[in-house]
């Protein structure tokens, strides 16, 4: 088995117009979803992402506010999942929570160093 990074990104305009109850349900979805991905009876380990954050470049030098971006193209959140290929990691991410709100899904395999 090979490990991928699914990257959310989008859905929160949508996601915030939504009353505590829908959001409760929504939430619910996304924690049988990564059960569902997952190879054992735990939740696949990923977390959401804060929008606000820094950006560094130049060793350190260049410290800027970020990311900032158009928030379809915000990374919201990430999960590690373990599939045998990359076809069988898309197969996995069809039934996300994600897409419920307009949000994508992108799916990256991990290298072993």
């Known amino acids: 088995m090979k490990q991928f990074l699914y990257l ?3 859905g929160d305009e949508e996601y915030a117009r939504q009353s505590p109850e829908q959001m409760q349900a929504h939430m619910a979805r996304w924690g049988e979803w990564m059960l569902k991905v ?3 009876d735990q939740p696949v380990p990923g977390l959401p992402l804060q929008a606000e954050g820094k950006v560094v470049y130049n060793g350190g030098e260049t410290i800027t506010d970020g990311p900032f971006m158009e928030g379809k193209e915000l990374v919201g959140g990430y ?3 373990e599939a045998k290929d990359l076809e069988h990691a ?3 991410s069809k039934d996300c929570p994600i ?3 307009g949000g994508s899904l992108e ?3 991990a290298v072993e160093m």
């Open 90 to 92: 898309v197969e996995l």
């Open 79 to 81: 999960v590690l999942v």
């Open 38 to 40: 997952s190879q054992n």
């Open 107 to 109: 799916v990256r395999e």
């Open 8 to 10: 959310f990104r989008g």
């Open 99 to 101: 897409f419920e709100f």
